[in-house]
């Protein structure tokens, strides 16, 4: 859970329909650079979130650091809700949810929850109800007196979800939420996460996700992404059947890039594909029957070389 200073009572969430909440755009980027280690990590990357619960796939972590606070924006403009992060994340407009955490591995669950909430600035007479509903929603109750050095994997992170959830803020940020765990793991906590969620717009930033994921089932909207830009958005089941989509990188060392793009998009179109060029990669629709056997040979028969070749549709396995 991140949070900074205590922020004004009014500010609760309430429990309703993730619709009911919608106000401005739960993120948008606007030519977003954000650095690692002083290295670009996003850079130039522009979105804009039109759902409530949705998946943001691909994507560096910084886009989910930055949108945290947790890293600062060198350039451009990311905001939750209207604001940016850190006045989101102190209005309780946001909570992030990392995947780890440190926590002084001797406090319980319940003291860590109950911190979270105080530290967030929620109110000394509920600070015991709001860590008892967090409780609920994860299925914790019978680990709230447990140690957190002693919690397993899957229990840790549903920890850390409570702990935004016992924040009252509106707009729940996920860590790749399901990411490392064993498939029955993961889709039990999943089933979990899906509940403790009703009534919270969220987004769960991750390299990929399963399509048959509960949290896939109950979003409205998925995002594949690169550090620069968005290569498919729309519902899952729209993301997920782009599956002759491809993103290419491509080498034309010292040649006309457009006269010989262009002569590859006239190839690619008189077979039912079609070619998109995004700044240093290539987006390739192959349409209906077109095999990536035929596009790599009309690329060489252009003196093309194509260093990567990945399909669109493969954040969603």
Known sequence: MTSQAPPPSETKAQSLPADELKGPNVLTAEDLRVDVAGVPSCDGLTLRVTGERVLVLGAPRALFLAAAALLPVERGALTLRGQAPRRAITSRVAAAAPATMKAPPRWT???????????????????????????????????????????????????????????????????????????????????????ALDGHPWIAFAPRISMTSPLTAVADEA???????????????????????????????????????????????????????????????????????????????SRVGVLELHPVASALT
């Open 109 to 195: 669950v319940r003291e860590y929850i109950e911190w979270s909430a105080r530290l967030a600035g929620v109110p000394s007479s509920e600070v015991k109800s709001a860590a008892e509903a967090a409780i609920a929603r994860l299925a914790l109750g019978a680990m709230e007196k447990t140690a957190i050095g002693q919690l397993v994997p899957h229990a840790r992170r549903a920890l850390i979800v409570a702990a935004t959830l016992a924040t009252y803020a509106e707009v729940i940020l996920l860590d790749d939420p399901l990411g490392g765990l064993p498939d029955d793991v993961a889709a039990t906590y999943a089933n979990i996460l899906k509940g």
């Open 223 to 301: 995002i594949v992404a690169t550090s620069t830009e968005v290569l498919a958005q729309g519902s899952p089941a729209a993301v997920a059947s782009a599956a002759r989509t491809y993103v290419a990188r491509l080498s034309l060392p010292g040649r006309d890039h457009d006269l010989v793009l262009g002569a590859i998009a006239t190839e690619v179109a008189s077979r039912g594909g079609r070619v998109e060029a995004r700044g240093a990669r290539t987006l390739f629709d192959l349409g209906p029957s077109m095999s990536t056997h035929e596009l790599f040979q009309i690329c060489a028969s």
